[in-house]
């Protein structure tokens, strides 16, 4: 496993880290972790060498963090750095803070976070945390040694981003970067901010949701020209480990055999060429000449009163976007509870509020229905 060095303590992070948010399911589309299977897969990832486990009080209803508490108390605590965020967007009140820390630590069976986030920060978010004085009691974890290195996670403009950069001592940031966010939701403007202060960069969504473990197959032959045992996704994971202010790239793994191909990536991994970036960049205008929709899968948009399961609709009809089978499309659709489908939208907008990728997602699920 490539590493690179995390230079405020001189510690060597693992290239990949695992994410914590696409643990396997024990039923698709549900949020129960496969307890067997995810612990399975933790074992597989700490052999390969992963040392970085991101969770959050959010992922997976609520339950990642209690999941990899019971996975990750098997190995010695300073064998691996553990990564769990404030999850400053259900604050209601300052004295939610010390309460939400203290359950995080109990979840997780540790006396310390080696790594602690503010979750999401957007505008209206670091707005929120300021009034709260969340800085302050994490700083205060700091001080303490409670927190080893204190950072945030981010959804917003490179402005906002400069804006909380300026405003605190941070360790590290968390974006999300990859080769279509790049131009499409200015990762660019963002890396260079931190690249500017200096700060470590984590990437979230080098994949983005699983998006570009598939470009379709003309896209998909350009890759597959260039590289032949290289995976569609690998080339997004290097695009994203060949940055060099960046620190690690978490991947929520969903299965083995996605952890395996990942794995194998970074074990011998070196920075894309001049000549394979060229490649991707054929790969991608070939890619964007198919409209999608932009979802990654993070399930924020789940208090949906009609029960739609929103990212499995946005992947099926990327799929179909992809593949043009329309009678696939439709069949699968129909697959899709009754009473829970895009038609069933009341367009109640909460999703698109919660959507950290900006989706309209009511007009989406109109057209989506009507197509
Ligand atoms: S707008 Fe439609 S999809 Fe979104 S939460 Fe409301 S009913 Fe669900
Ligand atoms: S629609 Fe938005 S909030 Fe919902 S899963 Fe996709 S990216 Fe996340």
Redesign the pocket.
């Known amino acids: 496993m490539k590493t690179r060095t995390y230079k405020a303590t001189g510690e060597e992070i693992s290239l990949l880290g695992l994410g914590c948010m696409r643990l396997p399911l024990a039923e698709p589309g549900k949020p129960a972790i496969d307890e067997e299977k995810a612990m399975e897969l933790v074992d597989i990832a700490y052999k390969g060498g992963i040392n970085y486990y991101d969770t959050a009080w959010f992922y997976h209803e609520r339950t990642s963090e209690s999941f990899m508490g019971r996975a990750l108390s098997r190995y010695p605590r300073d064998s691996f750095k553990l990564a769990t965020k404030m999850p400053v967007s259900i604050l209601e009140k300052a004295e939610d803070v010390p309460a939400i820390f203290a359950k995080q630590l109990e979840n997780l069976q540790t006396d310390h976070f080696d790594f602690y986030l503010c979750h999401a920060l957007n505008a209206s978010n670091f707005e929120k945390m300021e009034s709260m004085g969340v800085y302050e009691f994490l700083k205060q974890k700091k001080d303490e040694g409670i927190i080893k290195q204190l950072g945030f996670s981010f959804h917003d403009s490179a402005d906002v981003l400069r804006t909380i950069c300026d405003a605190h001592e941070w360790d590290f940031a968390q974006i999300q970067l990859n080769y279509l966010d790049w131009e499409m939701q200015d990762s660019a403007g963002q890396y260079k901010v931190l690249e500017e202060h200096g700060i470590p960069v984590i990437i979230m969504e080098p994949v983005r949701?699983g998006t570009l473990a598939d470009l379709g197959e003309e896209a998909n032959a350009v890759l597959k020209a260039a590289h032949p045992d290289w995976s569609i996704a690998s080339w997004a994971l290097r695009y994203a480990a060949s940055l060099p202010a960046v620190m690690t790239v978490l991947s929520g793994m969903s299965n083995n055999d996605q952890l395996l191909d990942n794995l194998g990536t970074f074990e011998s991994f070196e920075p894309l060429s001049e000549a394979d970036q060229a490649v991707l960049a054929e790969a991608l205008a070939i890619f964007r000449r198919n409209t999608f929709?932009?979802?990654?899968?993070?399930?924020?948009?789940?208090e949906c009163p009609q029960s739609i399961d929103?990212?499995t609709v946005?992947k099926r009809y990327n799929s179909y976007m992809l593949h043009k089978n329309a009678e696939i499309f439709k069949k699968n659709l129909e697959k899709l509870d009754e009473g829970c489908r895009p038609a069933d939208c009341i367009g109640c907008g909460l999703?698109?509020s919660?959507?950290?990728?900006?989706?309209a997602?009511p007009a989406k699920m109109q057209e989506i229905a009507a197509l």
């Open positions: 949701g929709v932009p979802c990654t899968s993070c399930r924020y948009c789940s929103i990212p946005f999703c698109e919660m959507c950290p990728q900006h989706i997602i």
